[in-house]
């Protein structure tokens, strides 16, 4: 069965640092991949997805993730963070025709 | 604006009661989810339906159950036999069911809280 962790529960970085998140997934065949944001007591936000192709993704709001599959690894990164990129952060995986599996999060925290 | 609408926001229910949450979508997706997220736990699926007049159980479906009798519409509805009830409650829909196509979009949830 497919499964994804979030090794990182919380992250602290200072305004216009880069960010990376963590993101290790387990899945026999080549795996979807997502990166959802939600702002407290929000739903939660596409960030950008991986189905096949270019491995180096790019989304919304700066933020770019990488596959690579000799890690099973997604993580999420961005150059410059903003303080409104406070927020928690899941990344999710999937197979075809299948339900979606979403990590435990990992919530960033960003100082001034 | 197209998108998915949970209401209420916020609500309180007492122990032994049953409690019903509403989810609307005017995205024509076919497909609807149930979520519930508890701090630290991530997203856990509590229902789904891949069309109208059906639906499958997730992951932690007991104490809940769900209907789906029209296709913009998938309530929620948490029963007494729901143990610990106290979370936030997320729908979502998806063009088709399946991560192969379009994904899931989200409503702003619903806070449940038992007193």
């Known amino acids: 069965a497919q499964s994804v962790t979030q090794p990182d529960i919380h992250i602290t970085v200072s305004e216009g640092a880069s960010l990376e998140l963590r993101c290790n997934y387990s899945?026999?065949?080549?795996?979807?991949l997502f990166w959802y944001v939600q702002s407290p007591g929000q739903g939660l936000q596409l960030l950008l997805k991986y189905f096949s192709g270019d491995t180096l993704v790019q989304g919304i709001k700066g933020f770019e993730a990488e596959f690579k599959r000799s890690q099973s690894s997604f993580n999420l990164r961005k150059p410059s963070v903003h303080w409104s990129d406070a927020a928690e952060y899941f990344c999710a995986v999937g197979a075809r025709d299948d339900k979606i599996i979403f990590g435990k999060g990992t919530r960033l925290h960003i100082l001034p | 604006d197209g998108g998915i609408t949970q209401s209420p926001k916020y609500l309180f229910r007492k122990e032994g009661q049953n409690v019903t949450l509403s989810c609307e979508q005017n995205?024509?997706?076919?497909?609807m989810y149930w979520y519930r997220q508890d701090p630290g736990q991530g997203l856990r699926l509590i229902y789904y339906?891949?069309?109208?007049?059906?639906?499958q159980k997730g992951d932690i479906a007991e104490g809940y159950s769900v209907s789906r009798e029209k296709k913009e519409s998938f309530p929620l509805t948490v029963t007494s036999a729901q143990k610990n009830p106290t979370a936030f409650y997320l729908c979502a829909s998806s063009h088709l069911f399946g991560t192969s196509t379009d994904t899931q979009y989200f409503g702003p949830g619903t806070r449940l809280t038992v007193l």
């Open positions: 995205l024509n997706h076919d497909a």
């Open positions: 899945y026999g065949a080549t795996p979807y």
């Open positions: 339906s891949q069309i109208v007049n059906d639906f």
